[in-house]
C-alpha cells in the first residue's frame, strides 16, 4: 500500500436541514408513503400517483433538493409542497481520503449524532458502505465499533441519505440534456458499517425499498448485501421483505470462541445461526451467503478451524471472505500473519468454496472493516429510551 499521508478535506457543501415543525421530510419515504403523504395535503385522487412518480424522479433520479426546480409541476402545487415538506439530508461534517482512493465521510444526523460511511473504489465497482444505527448494541470484542454504545437507529431518511451524500461528491448524478452514462461509480451497497441493520429492521427495510425502485437510484438487490451478526428472528424476514444479498459476521467456528468474539451468539448459537441460513437462499432467490471471517492470530485461524469452518457450512450455497484483522488502538487482538491466512484460505478452497483475502482498505483513515466510530459518541441509553426517540 502507498505510504503517501492521506488528504483530510472538509465538505460542507450540503447545508443541515431539520425539518420544521409540521413539515415531513420527503427522503426515506417509500411509494406508498409517498403517495399517502400526498394525498394527505389535498393532491386529488386522480392525479397523486402520477404526482408522486414525478416526485420521485427528481429526487431519486436527478437528486434535485428544490421544490422549485421540479418544473414539470405547476407552480401552485411546488409552493404546496414545500408548505408541507422538506428534502432533508444528514449534513457532512468531514471528508477524508486515504492514499488507496478510499473516502470516509463522517455525517451528523438528527440530534447532533454522528455516523459514519465509506466509499471503496476498485477497478469494477465501486461500493459504499453505510451505516444503520449510531453505535452499536453487540459490543464484538475484535470490532472498534462496537466499543461505542449504541445510542439511536437511524431513520429511513438517514440511511438513504447517505447514498445520496455520496453521489453528490462523486458528481454521479445525471445531468439534464447530456449524453446518457450508466457507469456506476457506486455500483454496490453493503450494510457493514456502524450498527447491525437486522435490530434496525423497518427503517432499514424502507430505506432499501427507495434505493432498489428502478425509476430512481436503481440499485438491484444483488449489488446490495446485508451483513448481520446473527439476528435470528429477522434473518427469515430480510429474505422476504427486503431480498438482498446477505452476509453473516460468523468468525469462529465453536460457541465457545463465537460467545466471545460475537457474543450475539450467547443468544443463537452457531447451530440456531446455521438452521436459519440454510433456509436464506431459497426464501430470497439468492445464489449465495457470504461467511465474513476475521483473521485473528492465535484464536480463530488453525487449520482445524478450517476444516471445521469447512464442516459447518457443508450444504450451505456460500463463500467465505477472509479479513485481515484491523488494528485499532487498544484493539485487544493481533493480524493472523500472511502465511497462515493464505494457508487457511487454501484449506477452504480445496474444499470447493471461494475463499477471497479481503485486501484491508482505508486502514491510514480507520476506514477498513470493523474500525468505523463516532469519536464523539459517548452517550449511552437504554433501550426504552432508544426506541421512544426512534418513534418520535
Same mark, same amino acid.
Given at each position: 500500500m502507498p505510504t503517501t499521508a492521506p488528504i483530510t478535506q472538509d465538505v460542507l457543501t450540503i447545508p443541515r436541514r431539520a425539518a420544521p415543525e409540521g413539515r415531513m421530510n420527503l427522503i426515506g419515504l417509500t411509494r406508498a408513503q409517498l403517495t399517502d403523504a400526498l394525498r394527505a395535503i389535498g393532491t386529488p385522487e386522480r392525479q397523486v400517483k402520477m404526482r408522486a412518480g414525478q416526485i420521485w424522479q427528481w429526487l431519486y433520479h436527478w437528486g434535485v433538493r428544490d421544490f422549485a426546480a421540479m418544473t414539470n409541476l405547476a407552480k401552485d402545487y411546488r409552493a404546496k409542497l414545500a408548505e408541507h415538506f422538506v428534502i432533508a439530508l444528514p449534513q457532512v461534517v468531514s471528508r477524508q481520503i486515504s492514499a488507496d482512493g478510499t473516502r470516509k465521510y463522517l455525517l451528523r444526523i438528527g440530534g447532533g449524532h454522528e455516523v459514519e460511511t465509506v466509499y471503496i473504489p476498485e477497478e469494477s465497482r465501486g461500493t459504499l458502505c453505510i451505516s444503520s444505527q449510531v453505535g452499536c448494541t453487540l459490543t464484538c470484542s475484535f470490532c472498534h465499533t462496537g466499543t461505542q454504545k449504541l445510542v439511536r437507529n437511524l431513520t429511513a431518511a438517514e440511511i438513504v441519505g447517505q447514498l445520496m451524500l455520496a453521489r453528490d461528491d462523486l458528481g454521479e448524478w445525471p445531468v439534464p440534456g447530456a449524453p446518457k452514462n450508466e457507469t456506476r461509480l457506486v455500483s454496490n451497497l453493503v450494510l457493514m458499517g456502524m450498527g447491525e441493520?437486522?435490530?434496525?429492521? #423497518?427503517?432499514?427495510? #424502507?430505506?432499501?425499498?427507495? @434505493?432498489? =425502485?428502478?425509476?430512481? *437510484?436503481? /440499485? $438491484?438487490?444483488?449489488?446490495? +448485501?446485508?451483513?448481520? $451478526?446473527?439476528?435470528?428472528?429477522?434473518? !427469515?424476514?430480510?429474505?422476504?421483505?427486503?431480498?438482498?444479498?446477505? !452476509? @453473516?459476521?460468523?468468525?469462529?467456528? +465453536?460457541?465457545?470462541? &463465537? =460467545?466471545? *468474539?460475537?457474543?450475539?451468539?450467547?443468544?443463537?448459537?452457531? !447451530? +440456531? *445461526? *446455521? =438452521?436459519?441460513?440454510? !433456509?436464506?437462499?431459497?426464501? $430470497?432467490?439468492?445464489?449465495?451467503? +457470504?461467511?465474513?471471517?476475521?483473521?485473528?492470530?492465535?484464536?480463530? #485461524?488453525? #487449520?482445524? =478451524?478450517? &476444516? &471445521?469452518? @469447512?464442516? /459447518?457450512?457443508a450444504g450451505i450455497p456460500a463463500k467465505i471472505n477472509l479479513i485481515p484483522f484491523n488494528e485499532w488502538p487498544g484493539a485487544p487482538y493481533e493480524r493472523s500473519d500472511w502465511a497462515r491466512i493464505e494457508a487457511f484460505a487454501d484449506i477452504i478452497h480445496k474444499a470447493g468454496y471461494a475463499s477471497p483475502i479481503r485486501t484491508p482498505r482505508g486502514e491510514d483513515i480507520m476506514a477498513a472493516c470493523g474500525q468505523l466510530k463516532s469519536e464523539t459518541e459517548r452517550a449511552r441509553k437504554s433501550r426504552a429510551a432508544i426506541e421512544a426517540e426512534a418513534r418520535g
Open positions: 441493520p437486522l435490530y434496525n429492521f #423497518d427503517s432499514v427495510r #424502507d430505506a432499501m425499498h427507495v @434505493v432498489m =425502485d428502478h425509476e430512481g *437510484l436503481s /440499485l $438491484s438487490r444483488r449489488r446490495i +448485501t446485508l451483513s448481520t $451478526s446473527g439476528v435470528v428472528p429477522e434473518i !427469515a424476514r430480510c429474505a422476504t421483505e427486503i431480498g438482498c444479498l446477505l !452476509a @453473516v459476521s460468523f468468525h469462529a467456528t +465453536t460457541d465457545a470462541v &463465537r =460467545d466471545t *468474539l460475537v457474543p450475539i451468539n450467547r443468544k443463537w448459537n452457531i !447451530a +440456531t *445461526l *446455521l =438452521d436459519a441460513l440454510r !433456509a436464506y437462499p431459497r426464501l $430470497s432467490n439468492s445464489e449465495r451467503i +457470504t461467511f465474513e471471517y476475521v483473521m485473528l492470530k492465535g484464536v480463530n #485461524d488453525t #487449520d482445524a =478451524d478450517a &476444516r &471445521r469452518l @469447512v464442516r /459447518l457450512i
